[in-house]
């Protein structure tokens, strides 16, 4: 892809693997642009505040937006916007997926593992149904 070249700071190695990501999931190539200088703006950031890469979490994120807006940047994002860029440097294994408390983790029923098992063209019954 031609075009400028902006600075990415601290995450200038993923500009070429964050593109090939966001083009095979089927992002317009302006929308990838766009995301792309999102990605340079949080990378400059990154520098400016010592954060390394394998930092990067969604409260970076909040910390990154707030310094936006603190800034008056008249291009607003949201927390949503972040989501791509988080994912694909979680998949690229640049940074981690978050821990999840044990106090927070969802517990299964481990009779959740027979209907998993069921052939598709059989009718999984749930309690209180009165459908036949």
Avoid: C
């Amino acid at each position: 892809m031609s075009g400028t070249r902006r600075k990415a700071g601290r995450l200038g190695p993923q500009v070429e693997g964050y593109r090939a990501w966001l083009a095979h999931r089927g992002y317009t190539p302006a929308t990838v642009r766009n995301m792309l200088k999102d990605l340079g703006q949080v990378g400059v950031w990154m520098s400016g505040t010592g954060l390394e890469a394998v930092q990067v979490d969604e409260n970076a994120m909040v910390a990154f937006l707030a310094s936006r807006q603190a800034a008056g940047r008249r291009r607003a994002l949201g927390p949503r916007a972040m989501i791509p860029l988080l994912s694909y440097l979680r998949e690229a294994g640049v940074t981690v997926y978050p821990r999840i408390p044990a106090d927070r983790r969802v517990q299964l029923d481990p009779r959740h593992r027979l209907h998993t098992r069921l052939p598709p063209h059989l009718p999984v019954r749930v309690r209180g149904d009165t459908r036949t």
